[in-house]
C-alpha cells in the first residue's frame, strides 16, 4: 500500500467506525473513536483513530490535524492515568513501507513501566476477553 493509494472505504476501521465491526470503545468524540487493540504491545494498548477518512498522517486534511490531536492527548492523559504508567510509548506508521497495516491512520498509545519490554509491532498475540474487558474499564474510569 503505497503512501497515496486512495482511502478503501472497506478497511477494518473504517469497519468499526461504521459500526458494522465491535471494538472495545475507551473513548468517542465529534473528530475521534478510541478503541483497544486486540493485538497489544503491551497492556492498555489503544488506538486513536479520527472519524474522518484519512489513510495516513500525510493525507488527513490539515485542519482536521489539530483537534485530532487534541483528542490524542486526552486519550494519552486518560491511558496513563488508568495503568499509573511510568511511561507512554506513542507509535504512529505511514504506509506498508512504514509498518502500516491498516489504512486508516491511527496513533498507538501504550503505557509503560520501568524495566518493562516492549512487545515488537506486529508480533504480539490476541488479548485474553477478560483482560481487554478489565482494560476498557480501567481507561473508561480515568477520563
Ligand atoms: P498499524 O500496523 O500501525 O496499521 O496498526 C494496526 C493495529 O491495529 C495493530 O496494532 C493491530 O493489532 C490492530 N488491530 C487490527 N485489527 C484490529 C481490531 N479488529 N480491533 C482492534 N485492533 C485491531
Redesign the pocket.
Known amino acids: 500500500m503505497h503512501l497515496s493509494t486512495p482511502y478503501d472505504p472497506q478497511n477494518?476501521?473504517a469497519k468499526?467506525l461504521r459500526g458494522e465491526?465491535?471494538?472495545?470503545k475507551v473513548y468517542e468524540d465529534e473528530v475521534c473513536l478510541a478503541?483497544?487493540?486486540?493485538?497489544?504491545?503491551g497492556p492498555g494498548?489503544t488506538?486513536v483513530i479520527p472519524k474522518v477518512a484519512a489513510t495516513n498522517l500525510l493525507t488527513l486534511p490539515t485542519e482536521a490535524l489539530g483537534p485530532y490531536m487534541t483528542s490524542v492527548q486526552k486519550v494519552a492523559r486518560a491511558v496513563q492515568r488508568a495503568f499509573q504508567a511510568e511511561g507512554l510509548t506513542v507509535?504512529?506508521?505511514n504506509g506498508a513501507a512504514g509498518?502500516?497495516?491498516?489504512?486508516?491512520l491511527?496513533f498507538?498509545l501504550i503505557p509503560r513501566q520501568e524495566g518493562v519490554g516492549l512487545i515488537g509491532?506486529?508480533q504480539?498475540g490476541k488479548a485474553s476477553e477478560e483482560d481487554l474487558i478489565s482494560h476498557q474499564a480501567a481507561i473508561l474510569a480515568a477520563f
Open positions: 477494518i476501521f468499526i465491526m465491535p471494538c472495545l478503541f483497544l487493540d486486540i493485538f497489544p504491545q494498548h488506538l507509535l504512529q506508521f509498518g502500516q497495516t491498516v489504512f486508516h491511527h498507538h509491532h506486529g504480539a
